[in-house]
């Protein structure tokens, strides 16, 4: 596609009901990143993949964060057990290739309000 | 570690005058980019410009340009002949070697008409 497809754009989950997040990245890229955006702050990286392989996971907050991307296109995130500090815009973003000065592409993000 | 920092929580602006936006940063990589991201209330990050930490000549685009000062650390926006579509969050980014961006806590910039 043209650009970085993420949905639901937006979802409510009652605490304990787990949930999962798609994004679509640009067709070819290489790069897919997930975000993590509290109100009011900065994205903060939560996990990394280049193709299907995920190379960097560090970010995820909990046991309860899972990401995968099965054949290295559209990638799911996946909340287990959702509690109420996990509420937060998830951002996806994708890079044509593996490098530090390629610019990324960013969808509009899925909202998440668990209550 | 890397830390980006945004000193200004909010902004604002005439329409039509000069903006800018402060921005500090903590690297021990020798090899790096900086970004500045726009994100409009349709929560779309959008890249305003892009600065290589080798290159001494500071990045410019259009409206937007940079004031970058490797010693100091610090990595100025200035947007100039500001327009009431740039009223936006923006944000301070880094990348290093771990290919992940490292973002601040963002400034809320308003152009008033």
């Known amino acids: 596609g043209a650009g970085v497809s993420q949905s639901p754009r937006y979802k409510v989950a009652k605490r304990g009901q787990d949930v999962a997040l798609r994004c679509d990245p640009i067709?070819?890229?290489?790069?897919l990143f997930w975000y993590q955006q509290a109100l009011g702050q900065g994205p903060e990286f939560l996990t990394y993949?280049?193709?299907?392989?995920?190379?960097?996971k560090s970010g995820l907050p909990s046991d309860r964060f899972f990401a995968e991307r099965p054949e290295g296109s559209v990638s799911t995130l996946k909340i287990q057990r959702t509690q109420q500090e996990d509420s937060a815009v998830y951002l996806c973003?994708?890079?044509?290739?593996?490098?530090?000065?390629?610019?990324?592409?960013f969808g509009s993000g899925t909202r998440l309000t668990v209550v | 570690a890397q830390t980006v920092t945004q000193s200004q929580p909010e902004m604002s602006v005439q329409e039509a005058e000069t903006v800018t936006l402060s921005c500090t940063y903590d690297?021990?990589?020798?090899?790096?980019?900086l970004f500045w991201y726009k994100q409009p209330p349709s929560r779309q990050m959008i890249l305003v410009i892009r600065?290589?930490?080798?290159?001494?000549q500071n990045a410019t685009e259009n409206r937007f340009s940079v004031n970058f000062q490797k010693a100091a650390k610090s990595f100025s926006l200035k947007i100039s002949d500001s327009q009431l579509g740039d009223t936006a969050m923006y944000f301070c980014?880094?990348?290093?070697?771990?290919?992940?961006?490292?973002f601040g806590g963002g400034t809320r910039l308003m152009v008033k008409p």
């Open positions: 993949f280049q193709n299907e392989a995920q190379l960097d």
């Open positions: 067709s070819g890229h290489v790069s």
């Open positions: 973003a994708s890079s044509l290739n593996a490098g530090i000065d390629y610019g990324y592409t």
């Open positions: 690297t021990s990589e020798s090899n790096y980019y």
């Open positions: 600065q290589e930490a080798y290159k001494q």
């Open positions: 980014a880094l990348n290093n070697a771990g290919n992940m961006l490292t």
